[in-house]
């Protein structure tokens, strides 16, 4: 796997000449942040060796390099998820790849449902943990000495120093950012309302399907992870209504525009 990570960076090497700082990763119904940048160049991910392609609506499935805020960026504009098939290599492998050109942090959104009734749909979560609930980890099998120990510590898997700077910037710009733990489930069927109960005792405040395979292997590098939750549906067990993928697109284009924000305030504090 080395050598196609390899590979494929030396591929985007080729055809860009942006040198990224920090790379980001856009969650279901978060892509209008690349609307606010100066965009220099675009990849689709189907052009690029060794990757694979978006199968999930509102995931446009391309590499967008320019700036955003003063800052250089790469952005995934549409991530990979276990539920669309992939193993966990193949839905880590850009973070990997973003990594070998350079980048000195990595910011991740997703989409989620709040376990916590403090929060509210269409509101921003900064995740401070994760419990992980997905059935592989990125990491297993043989260990790539090139880019990181065998046995990566996670005692704090979120980078301190980025998530101060969030609540920073959020409290600067009036942005209301609750904290919390991001619990990833399998998916792609939501939770019941016993998963919801069984999630809430363990400890979450929020459930997701994507973020934790990337946060992982981000600490695996040695890569600065922070990461933020956009609500987009209440998962109360006892008042539990049918979800439609439309309200989760309603709220998260609700919230988008808070965490662009957010994400380009960040900028001017790397």
Known sequence: MYQHIVEAADFIRKSIKTQAQTGIILGTGLGKLVDQMQIEAEISYSDIPHFVVSTVEAHKGRLVFGTLNGRSVVVMNGRFHFYEGYNMQQITFPVRVMKLLGI????????C???NPAFKASSLMLIDDHINFL?????VGPNIAELGPRFPDM???????INQKLKSTAAEFDIELNEGVYAA???PSLETRAEYRFLKMAGA?????STVPEVIVANHM???VAAVSVVTDLCDPDNLKPLKIEDVLHHAAKAEKKLSRLF????THL
Do not use: F, K
């Open 104 to 111: 000195s942090e990595l910011l991740v959104s997703n989409a």
């Open 113 to 115: 449902g709040t376990i």
């Open 135 to 139: 059935p592989m980890n990125p990491l």
């Open 155 to 161: 005692s704090r898997p979120y980078d301190p120093s």
């Open 185 to 187: 489930w399998i998916g």
């Open 205 to 209: 405040d929020v459930v997701g399907m």
């Open 222 to 224: 040695q890569l600065p």
């Open 264 to 267: 380009s305030e960040l900028m």
